[in-house]
């Protein structure tokens, strides 16, 4: 289904939840701005739970308007208002329907904190009034983590919009993970530039609550945050044609149980695109403490060569018919995403493990019908001028996100898929 979002900009859902910006903005020219409010089905559910109706009014507050109006009041009576109103009596805080006492907008934060997991999800699914209340709570409660990217970045990332994010973790215990996710575009200060965006964080609860009360001895302004997390990406001037490795694992000798698609943790972007970095503050170790989210000072390297860690493996490669005739495995030439990647090359290397390198490039615009089968994500060809949204991946993890990968006509892909391997 679709629904129009203002003047020039529809967004439509795919099937997995997903939302496409689509309209003039991703058009024939560049100068035209992308609208980056509404990214995701959450941010576009609330919208439209606030076109069917004002539900922030309804949220319970103290009313005070109209206590000191009424000339019955006599000074005494208006005076014992007020003082009841100061300390906040339930009595005078008041709602609409579905609303509770304890959704205060005080109090909430409170609430939240302490059921924050699966418990609060559960919130969401109440009514629209609970899921605006909720949703606006969270991003007042994670507002200093947008106000401090803001400060480090400003120069170089444009903080436009920000947004809460959770997603279910596929353990053998179904859990759940909690994302402050940012979308900055990217300008022209770095190009032809690594960047490093990372910072450092606390545990509140959870598994390594004794790491964090370690610090405790320690000032505030002393204490040294005991994890880090970074993100890494390389700029390229505006139309550039990026370049990119996936490598898929398909080996009998074991198994990925996701059987997602490895993708470059360096991500290559454009000046002009916009990047998703994902502040996690929800997982399976615990409750990050929003208060010890601190940003670190930006950090630029050079670009160099981005090589998948296969190719330090494998030297020579063949085409299909010279290695088929040394090789036990039934190969094929991976030519499954037509028409919007076509098919350059494929050549094969390897003994025991047979790996096919076929060379991708974005044509044909729309989404890749089989990506999400064989590669375990979503993957979508936008105009070649068309500014793209760029998940970037944490440092050090294979898979973090699972999210659509936005590319452009023109773009290459370099896909390299193992095969084969003996049974131990």
């Given at each position: 289904w679709s629904c129009w979002l203002g003047r020039n900009h529809q967004a439509r859902f795919d099937g997995r939840g997903d939302l496409s910006l689509l309209g003039s903005a991703?058009?024939?020219?560049?100068?035209?701005?992308?609208?980056?409010?509404?990214?995701?089905?959450?941010?576009?559910?609330?919208?439209?739970?606030?076109r069917r109706k004002d539900y922030e009014s309804m949220q319970h507050r103290y009313v005070v308007e109209g206590l000191t109006n009424q000339q019955e009041n006599s000074r005494n009576r208006v005076a014992e208002l007020l003082h009841r109103a100061a300390i906040r009596d339930p009595e005078i805080c008041q709602g609409g329907e579905n609303s509770q006492v304890f959704m205060e907008a005080s109090m909430?934060?409170?609430?939240?904190?302490?059921?924050?997991?699966?418990?609060?999800?559960?919130?969401?699914?109440?009514?629209?009034?609970?899921?605006?209340?909720?949703?606006?709570?969270?991003?007042?409660?994670f507002s200093k983590i947008d106000k401090g990217f803001k400060q480090y970045y400003g120069q170089s990332l444009h903080l436009e919009y920000a947004r809460t994010d959770w997603s279910p973790v596929h353990v053998a215990e179904a859990?759940?993970?909690?994302?402050?996710?940012?979308?900055?575009?990217?300008?022209?200060n770095h190009v032809n530039h690594c960047t490093k965006v990372s910072y450092g964080y606390a545990y509140k609860s959870g598994q390594l609550a004794e790491e964090e009360e370690n610090n405790n001895n320690k000032g505030y302004e002393d204490k040294t945050d005991p994890f880090?997390?970074?993100?890494?990406?390389?700029?390229?001037?505006?139309?550039?044609?990026?370049s990119?490795?996936?490598?898929k694992d398909i080996c009998r000798f074991?198994?990925?149980?996701?059987?997602?698609?490895?993708?470059?943790?360096?991500?290559?972007?454009?000046?002009?695109?916009?990047?998703?970095?994902?502040?996690?503050l929800f997982n399976a170790m615990g409750l990050v403490d929003v208060d010890r989210v601190r940003w670190r000072p930006l950090e630029i390297f050079p670009v160099q060569e981005r090589q998948c860690p296969i190719e330090q493996e494998l030297f020579d490669w063949y085409d299909l018919d010279s290695f088929q005739s040394q090789s036990v495995e039934r190969l094929q030439i991976p030519d499954f995403f037509s028409v919007q990647l076509r098919h350059i090359s494929t050549e094969y290397a390897g003994i025991?493990?047979?790996?096919?390198?076929?060379?991708?490039?974005?044509?044909?615009?729309?989404?890749?019908?089989?990506?999400?089968?064989?590669?375990?994500?979503?993957?979508?060809?936008?105009?070649?001028?068309s500014p793209i949204i760029l998940p970037l991946k944490r440092v050090g993890l294979q898979h973090d996100r699972f999210t659509k990968i936005q590319l452009r006509q023109g773009d290459s892909i370099l896909l390299y898929i193992s095969q084969g391997g003996k049974m131990t």
């Open positions: 991703m058009g024939g020219t560049s100068s035209q701005p992308i609208d980056v409010r509404v990214t995701d089905r959450k941010s576009l559910t609330k919208e439209l739970c606030l909430l934060p409170l609430v939240i904190s302490f059921l924050f997991g699966g418990a609060l999800i559960r919130c969401f699914e109440v009514c629209p009034l609970w899921f605006v209340v909720y949703y606006k709570t969270l991003d007042q409660v859990g759940i993970r909690i994302d402050r996710i940012l979308i900055a575009r990217v300008t022209s880090e997390c970074s993100f890494k990406f390389d700029t390229f001037s505006r139309g550039t044609s990026r990119f490795w996936i490598h074991h198994g990925d149980e996701t059987r997602v698609a490895a993708t470059q943790n360096i991500t290559p972007v454009c000046v002009n695109d916009r990047i998703e970095i994902a502040v996690n025991d493990v047979a790996v096919s390198r076929t060379q991708l490039r974005a044509d044909a615009q729309g989404v890749v019908p089989q990506a999400d089968r064989i590669l375990g994500s979503r993957f979508e060809v936008l105009p070649r001028s």
